[in-house]
């Protein structure tokens, strides 16, 4: 369904505005990953996940109070779906196992709440997380390596690196606002940063594709009045496809409840930076690497003229 029809948007002729926003947010991603890190969940930093229940809305206070006078300054406390529902993550204890933490926890918090009752107790081994940590970061690299190869060989070697630089730049900026509000990063969100570079991805080949369909169709025009039409060309589908998928994961992200709330959150802004980049940063990318018709024209066979020649 064309929600657009023969648009004539000049997207290149704002690139350099573009380049700027894109530079500005970039750095304030990469500002909020140094100073401020990723929150890890103990996906990665291994630990004892504890959630109980309580048959009225819980003090969060009350409860790290509570877990402070125990010995467990480190807990997280927060609410888990409904207010009556707390979710406590504490690191691993050196002389306590994980069942001795969580009972202790227990008795500790029905010392003023006979209603408390525990839900789930879940432990993760240091050595866990580490290995979590190092294989998520070899899932992504390996990832942008495959990329580069396939649309190296389908393409250009131009292309390649727009397509890898507008997903560099769209992972950084997720991980950037995932470290600036700090906001759980576990597993589920690593799921999610793959899923963001296979659907950035999949809009940036689609552009590409045009692109190159219109360098071999149009035998006027400069360089980035192709890319303007090719943008053009292809901008309804974008808008279909990225509304689409946005109204599934704003679903997701509200009554999906609370365990893939950040899973949902860093689809959201990989799905919105995604549509963006392969907009303003992959096209943009590949004009400022110069890429031209006479790039994309396959080559001439030897004595093809000869050949047709009556």
């Not at 204890?93 to 009752?117: C, G, H, N, Y």
């Not at 525990?118 to 190092?134: K, M, S």
């Not at 190296?152 to 727009?162: N, Q, T, V, W």
Request: hydrophobic share 50%; aromatic share 8%; no cysteine.
């Amino acid at each position: 369904m064309q929600i657009l029809t023969e648009t004539r948007i000049d997207f290149m002729s704002r690139r350099r505005q573009a380049s700027l926003f894109s530079v500005a947010v970039l750095l304030i991603a990469l500002a909020a990953l140094l100073f401020r890190s990723l929150n890890f969940g103990i996906d990665f930093t291994g630990g004892t996940l504890i959630e109980v229940g309580y048959s009225t809305s819980a003090d969060l206070e009350q409860v790290r109070q509570q877990l402070s006078e125990q010995g467990f300054d480190e807990a997280v406390v927060q609410h888990f779906g409904s207010a009556s529902e707390v979710l406590i993550r504490i690191p691993p204890q050196e002389q306590l196992s994980s069942a001795a933490a969580s009972d202790q926890i227990v008795r500790a918090l029905k010392l003023t709440d006979e209603s408390v009752e525990l839900r789930r107790q879940e432990f993760v081994g240091p050595q866990v997380g580490e290995e979590l940590t190092e294989d998520g970061g070899l899932a992504m690299i390996y990832a942008l390596i495959g990329i580069l190869i396939y649309v190296a060989l389908r393409f250009e070697y131009r292309f390649a690196f727009g397509a890898i630089i507008a997903l560099v730049h769209d992972v950084v900026i997720v991980l950037g606002v995932f470290a600036l509000l700090q906001l759980e990063f576990d597993l589920t969100v690593l799921a999610a940063i793959l899923a963001v570079i296979g659907y950035s991805l999949n809009d940036t080949i689609v552009v590409f594709d045009r692109i190159r369909e219109n360098f071999l169709l149009l035998r006027k025009g400069s360089s980035e009045e192709v890319i303007n039409r090719s943008l053009n060309d292809t901008l309804s589908r974008t808008l279909m496809t990225s509304l689409t998928t946005l109204l599934v994961l704003l679903a997701l992200f509200m009554l999906g409840g609370e365990l893939i709330h950040a899973f949902a959150s860093a689809l959201i802004i990989g799905v919105l930076v995604g549509t963006y980049s392969s907009i303003y940063v992959a096209s943009s990318a590949i004009l400022a690497l110069g890429i031209s018709r006479e790039d994309l024209m396959p080559p001439e066979r030897e004595g093809a003229d000869i050949d047709g020649m009556p």
